[in-house]
């Protein structure tokens, strides 16, 4: 399995992004699709997840009315839709794969895309 992630960059507070995932290498029947993030000294928090087949979403606390999980079940890509960001959105995201609710215990992982948010 390949996760390739972009989109990522430098926005001010209250601006917009919309990462992407492109995943392949096989079938993504019964998977969970994601993003973490990881910022500096800090441990991979979960940002959202959603189901590839269902498309039912999950997101963390923090994010929930500001940032939107998408999949497109025919381009095998995965979108993280973020709004009205934060300077504590500032991190690196990972999208990341697999089967399950655990996203720590994931096989998966894409390289991860900066996003900077300025105040």
């Known amino acids: 399995v390949q996760l390739q992630a972009s989109g990522g960059g430098l926005v001010q507070a209250g601006g917009s992004l919309r990462l992407s995932c492109a995943a392949s290498?096989?079938?993504?029947?019964?998977?969970?699709m994601g993003w973490v993030r990881q910022a500096p000294g800090i441990e991979r928090e979960f940002v959202a997840t959603i189901t590839w087949n269902l498309g039912t979403p999950y997101y963390a606390d923090g994010v929930k009315g500001r940032f939107t999980i998408s999949r497109d079940k025919d381009k095998n890509t995965v979108y993280l839709q973020m709004n009205n960001l934060k300077p504590e959105d500032t991190a690196v995201y990972y999208c990341?794969?697999?089967?399950?609710?655990?996203?720590?215990?994931?096989?998966?992982w894409g390289q991860g895309t900066q996003v900077t948010v300025s105040s």
């Open positions: 290498g096989r079938t993504f029947t019964n998977y969970v």
């Open positions: 990341t794969a697999g089967v399950g609710t655990n996203w720590r215990e994931y096989p998966n």
